[in-house]
């Protein structure tokens, strides 16, 4: 997985309005920081995963955490 590669969304909780099956482009990819959990010690067991940031075909970006939000990289071969 790396920046440019296209991914097709599963499933994520997050409110966010995206349905499964949405494609987007990985924009960067991070780790999920302290900062990132500051006062939810709920999200604690985030800390160190990969935080994929995605543009979506449809003009949004969402962040997906690997291991949390399910996603599948989409291999050249398969991409129109």
């Known amino acids: 997985m790396k920046e440019g ?5 599963i499933h994520t909780g997050d ?12 924009v960067r990819i991070s780790e999920v920081s302290e900062d990132d ?11 160190g995963r990969k935080k994929v940031w995605v543009d979506w075909d449809n003009h949004r970006v969402l962040t997906l955490i690997e291991g949390h939000d399910s996603f599948r990289v989409i291999p050249k071969e398969e991409r129109g």
């Open 15 to 26: 409110p966010s309005g995206l349905r499964p099956g949405s494609y987007g482009r990985i």
């Open 37 to 47: 959990v500051a006062g939810q010690s709920s999200l604690s067991f985030l800390l």
């Open 5 to 9: 590669d296209r991914v097709r969304l």
